[in-house]
């Protein structure tokens, strides 16, 4: 597991912990020989980790394959709760799903990477990989994209250098220069497209939530198969829509 820049001495039994628990969220469950097969370590050591989480409610036993507990809920809830930006935007969140019959995602920025925060389904919406907590890299779609766009350029700098441009599809941005001039555009028209560039068959567009700095707070999208989100409907519809939302709930966050 990469160890952020930030931490030179990092407390092995912690990320020993952490690799536990993301490798139970990418499996679902775990016995004790897989994870130690994992970890590569003893397998006393591995028995002891998992009986510890357990013991903490952080893991469920049963049948002798462990999987993550309910408790993270509750932590994911404390989180969640913590930004103003989630009570503003989840009612027009689920007017926009309403209004446009597509999905509809509100996500921040946290370590260099979007986070979605809320979600919510139109009548013709697609399931894609993303859900509530999803962890994506801001350059693959168009919310992290428009936030990427609206934060200092050393900020984006530093996030390139630390989190890379990997590719999701083709279509992804994997090039730094071609990024730049992208984020350039977006801060022109003051919203990001995505072109299939983070699901395959699947258009987006995103406009950021922006403080009084114009520094980016969050951001709203709107995603849809390809076939149907296109043309005006994408290009002017639905970004004029977007616009008028985002300054709706920046007002609201700068006058509490």
């Known amino acids: 597991m990469a160890i952020p820049p930030a931490v030179n001495r990092p407390v092995g039994t912690i990320e020993r912990a952490i690799e536990i628990m993301e490798y139970l969220k990418e499996h679902d469950t775990a016995t004790v020989s897989e994870m130690t097969a994992h970890l590569d370590c003893a397998k006393s050591t591995t028995h002891r980790y998992l009986k510890t989480l357990a013991a903490n409610s952080l ?21 969640r709760n913590k930004y103003r930006l989630y009570d503003e935007a989840k ?13 509809i995602w509100c996500a921040v920025e946290e370590h260099g990477r979007s986070v979605h925060i809320y979600g919510a389904q139109g009548k013709h919406s697609v399931q894609t990989y993303a859900r509530v907590g999803h ?10 994209k428009a ?35 992208e984020i350039e555009t977006i801060r022109d028209r003051g919203y990001a497209f995505n072109f299939q560039e983070s699901v395959e068959g699947l258009h987006a567009v995103g ?8 520094v980016a707070i969050g951001a709203i999208s709107v995603s849809g198969p390809a076939s149907r989100l ?27």
């Open 59 to 79: 893991l469920v036993e049963d049948d002798n394959e462990y999987q993550l507990g309910i408790r993270f809920l509750d932590y994911g809830e404390v989180a």
């Open 91 to 103: 009612p027009r969140v689920d007017e926009l799903a309403e209004e446009t019959e597509e999905k």
């Open 135 to 144: 962890r994506n890299y801001l350059h693959q779609h168009a919310a992290g």
């Open 147 to 181: 936030i990427l766009a609206h934060l200092p350029d050393s900020q984006i700098t530093e996030t390139i250098d630390r989190h890379g441009l990997p590719g999701r599809t083709p279509q992804t941005i994997t090039d730094r220069d071609e990024l730049w001039e």
């Open 207 to 214: 406009a950021p939530i922006t403080d009084e700095n114009d």
């Open 230 to 256: 296109e043309g005006p409907i994408l290009r002017d519809e639905l970004p004029t829509l977007l616009l008028g939302v985002v300054n709706e709930i920046g007002i609201n966050m700068a006058h509490p």
